[in-house]
Every structure is written in structure tokens, then in C-alpha cells.
């Protein structure tokens, strides 16, 4: 059974950085898409950032672009997302997950973190 497990959240200032990081164990990380999504209070779970199973292509959501960058390092089985230029709005839950590109599912993510808090003060 895979398990990702996320930290790096924190409370940070507007305009601050934080990178959040999440660590995949009991699969084989290489094969997975890998996902960044947020929750905010009374809100749906959104898409934030996605990467490839060999590191690119990356893609961002609208809200996020030329603020946060996506990577991973397979070696250490992680992914990461830097978020620099920080705004309230970015203020939810933060979490990673993994679309097994060899389960013959499209698309969809099948493994998830719990969630990493963060939040970001006016």
C-alpha cells in the first residue's frame, strides 16, 4: 500500500515562502504523477500543481502560476512544492497524491497524504 505523507506547513506572513514536502513510501514512486491539491475552510479541495512521473511537464493552476513551482527528487521518493509570494487566499490544507500511471485508470488519483496546514497571515 503506498503511503504519502506531507509536511512543511507552518504560519507565514503575506508576501512570505514555504516549501512543503511529501514523502512516498510502499510503492514505486517513479511511476506516479504527482499532485498538489489545497482545501480551504468550507470550500471544495482544488487543484493546485501537477508533475510527471520523470519530473516534467508541470502544470499550475491559474491562482498559483509564477508562485509556486512543483518538483520532485526520485532518489528520495519526495515531492516538493515551493510556494514564494504568499497571499491569504492561500490559506487551506495542503495535499499531495499520486495517479499510478500503470493501473489502467486516466487521470486519477488514487493515493493521498493527509494534509499539511498552511497558513498565511495578513
Known amino acids: 500500500q503506498v503511503q504519502l505523507v506531507e509536511s512543511g506547513g507552518g504560519l507565514v506572513q503575506a508576501g512570505g515562502s514555504l516549501r512543503l514536502s511529501c514523502a512516498a513510501s510502499g510503492g514505486t ?4 504523477n504527482m499532485g498538489w491539491f489545497r ?4 470550500k471544495e479541495r482544488e487543484f493546485a500543481a501537477r508533475i510527471g512521473a520523470s519530473g516534467g511537464p508541470t502544470s499550475y493552476a491559474a491562482s498559483v502560476k509564477g508562485r509556486f513551482t512543483i518538483s520532485r527528487d526520485n532518489a528520495k521518493n519526495t515531492v516538493y512544492l ?10 487551506a490544507v495542503y495535499y499531495c497524491a499520486a495517479d499510478d500511471l500503470r493501473d489502467g485508470r486516466l487521470n486519477q488519483y488514487v493515493y493521498w497524504g493527509q494534509g499539511t496546514q498552511v497558513t498565511v497571515s495578513s
Open 39 to 42: 482545501q480551504a475552510p468550507g
Open 82 to 91: 515551493q510556494m514564494n509570494s504568499l497571499r491569504p487566499e492561500d490559506t
Open 29 to 32: 514512486f517513479s511511476s506516479y
